[in-house]
């Protein structure tokens, strides 16, 4: 009983070694390459993360990461719906693209050293510090007064090593997902909820039981990341974005979504 | 298509272990907690489909058809972010534990009124024309052989409880998934951290079903 018992474990470490093993090939071909034979980019973008990608009551995909997307599709084929918008979140975007699941994350991603380390970053495109999103009725001023409070993250966002380093005797609590953060502060279950300033904003305008406070803390840039070492798809996404600086485009996106939160944002 | 050979990195499960440990550690605690919890619901449920008249019964079988057809994630949200909104604030742990009770126990339930129902209806009135009572009669000849008839469907179920609770991840349970992903997350080593904690779940589950295996020769012993 005992030996079969062992071989039963060897055997199952066996074929799940195998079984993921074979799995553990890299895609080595320009994610600007894949796109092109396809017809169709691959892009992960965020459904939850208002204005920079969000789904309306239609289920449309909206924000200004997707309207980047479909500029993106427009400037390979000439059809800005040649399009396909995976949505990802902050903890599984990096390992969507190293999959092959997506050839781009245009979702909001903040440069850090520790992913330079596995993507391929662009030019940044926007520049976010962090705030916190509380109760209207919360006297919470900043993260100076979350000592001993229970504060949520989104798992994977920079905010769970931020909160942890700038207010170590808080009780973070993670989320996978920006609406599980926005019910925990609306339930009670956290005392406030930090993430990037811009969708902390733009959730307390939408949610009128809720505000922001604090002042953006850590402004650091957003990048387009493509899987690492792919120097081909990056230039030329570092081209595009420059054409799009150029020509006001950026400018014109910008007007669209952040017009009625500028005022608090760092400009870049 | 060429591809570029994947080494494995044992550096980021080495550094991963001990972290991910701690998050087995949780996945044992709510999982047992659940296990007694869902046992003794599941009992009492299937004792109570078999009381006399119409009403109990009705109630053990839409208690199981609502908590048997409706995902566990969704119960999971309703107890942890619904009740509160409704005045019933549970801890996180009290609600991952009682979605895994309460869901558990429905198949619990199930299995357990198979049981009962199994034991042919004569022995019933065999046992009661002895002079023993009703209880005595259920506890100390009906019971003992529904449990017997049970015990592998339960010991399945216990098993799906347990790979079950990583559900609880969701809300923020720091159990052995919520532990992978914090660290994938992280270190972005996906197969490395995520083969760690199967593994780590088929020792678990193999412990448990040794365990079970143990409870099945011992019961099958007092025959």
Known sequence: ?268 | MTGTAYSFAWAAVWQGLPYLLEGAGLTILISLASMALALAVGTLMAALSQAPGRVLPRLVRAYVEVFRNTPLLIQIFIVYFGLPQIGLKLSPFSSGMWALVLYTAAYNTEILRAGLEAVPKGQHEAVRSTGLTEFQAMRYVIVPQALRISLPALGNNLVSLMKNSSLVSVIGMVELMFVANDISFNNFRSFEIYGAAAVLYVALVLLLTRALHVTERRLALAR
């Open chain 1, 1 to 268: 009983m005992r030996l079969r018992s062992g071989g039963v474990l060897g055997l199952g470490i066996a074929t799940l070694v195998v079984a993921l093993g074979a799995a553990g090939w890299a895609e080595a071909q320009s994610g600007l390459e894949a796109a092109k034979k396809r017809g169709r980019l691959v892009a992960g973008v965020k459904t939850d993360f208002p204005p920079f990608g969000y789904v309306d009551s239609g289920g449309k995909n909206l924000g200004f990461d997707v309207d980047v997307a479909h500029l993106f599709a427009r400037a390979l084929f000439n059809d800005e719906n040649a399009v396909e918008l995976v949505a990802v979140t902050s903890g599984n975007r990096i390992p969507f693209l190293q999959s092959g699941k997506i050839d781009i994350i245009i979702a909001t991603v903040t440069v850090t050293d520790e992913r330079k380390q596995v993507v391929e970053f662009s030019d940044p495109y926007f520049l976010s510090g962090s705030l916190l999103l509380v109760p209207k009725a919360s006297t919470a001023k900043g993260l100076e007064d979350m000592a001993g409070k229970t504060v949520a993250v989104i798992q994977g966002a920079i905010q769970d090593k931020d909160v942890e380093q700038l207010q170590p005797k808080a009780n973070r609590i993670k989320f996978g997902k920006v609406s599980e953060a926005v019910l925990a502060v609306k339930t009670g279950r956290a005392e406030a909820y930090v993430h990037d300033d811009i969708v902390v904003l733009t959730l307390a305008k939408e949610n009128p039981d809720l505000k922001a406070v604090g002042k953006p803390f850590i402004p650091r840039p957003y990048g387009i990341a493509v899987r690492k070492g792919d120097m081909e798809f990056i230039t030329w996404v570092n081209a595009e974005l420059a054409r799009m600086k150029k020509d006001g485009t950026y400018d014109r996106l910008w007007k669209k979504y952040f017009a009625d939160v500028e005022a608090n944002l760092v400009k870049p």
